[in-house]
């Protein structure tokens, strides 16, 4: 039986991949380095800045001494966003209200830092339903590795086939399927409403 829904957020709860895209390419342009949108899309998705940046370090010889200042300017571009874009959606206000109503424990698993997932989830009104945040500063593998979802899993007390882990991205998905837990995949957002999550749920 399900008793724990364990979400992504960039892609999932918020549809934040271009701010994310943008804050970086913005930080990174004060040197005059760039991320495509291709590589973004294909190499980068889902993966902590910190990671981003020693894989900019090792193919376009990024200074790792500048990986601390890109880093600061990333999340505070980052946050600027957030203010600006980040608004409440109501089917993900109605499906987490009802899931979390009805019982089931709720967390967000994200690569991002802690502060920026309070910021977005307090921005989206979703804070209130979420039971536990598991981010990058919480564990020392981020995703793909399951280690995330595992921490989420473990803190609830539940074993892995009790949860469902709501993922977009190759990275997010590979580490659900690793921790044992079902997977739903989804393409965009909007997908992620109540009663999808509930066909899933009802199927495992």
């Not at 009790?162 to 957002?189: K, W």
Request: charged residues 25%; contains cysteine.
């Amino acid at each position: 039986m399900v008793k724990a829904i364990l979400f992504d957020m960039d892609g999932v709860l918020i549809d934040a991949k271009d701010w994310h895209y943008e804050a970086l390419n913005k930080a990174l342009g004060l040197f005059g380095m760039e991320i495509s949108r291709y590589d973004h899309l294909h190499t980068f998705d889902g993966l902590p800045t910190k990671v981003k940046l020693e894989m900019l370090s090792e193919q376009y010889y990024l200074p790792e001494q500048l990986h601390g200042f890109v880093n600061q300017m990333k999340q505070l571009y980052t946050a600027q966003m957030i203010h600006e874009k980040c608004h409440p959606m109501f089917h993900h206000e109605y499906a987490l209200s009802r899931l979390h109503r009805e019982g089931y424990k709720i967390a967000v698993c994200s690569n991002s830092i802690r502060r920026t997932i309070e910021l977005m989830m307090e921005k989206a009104m979703l804070m209130d339903y979420l039971d536990l945040i598991v981010s990058n500063e919480d564990v020392e593998k981020a995703k793909p590795d399951p280690e995330m979802y595992q921490t989420a899993i473990a803190k609830f007390g539940f074993r892995p086939e009790e949860c469902v882990v709501v993922e977009d991205n190759p990275n997010g998905i590979a580490a659900g399927r690793a921790s044992g837990a079902s997977v739903l995949e989804v393409a965009t957002v909007y997908d992620v409403n109540y009663q999808n999550i509930k066909t899933f749920i009802e199927k495992n």
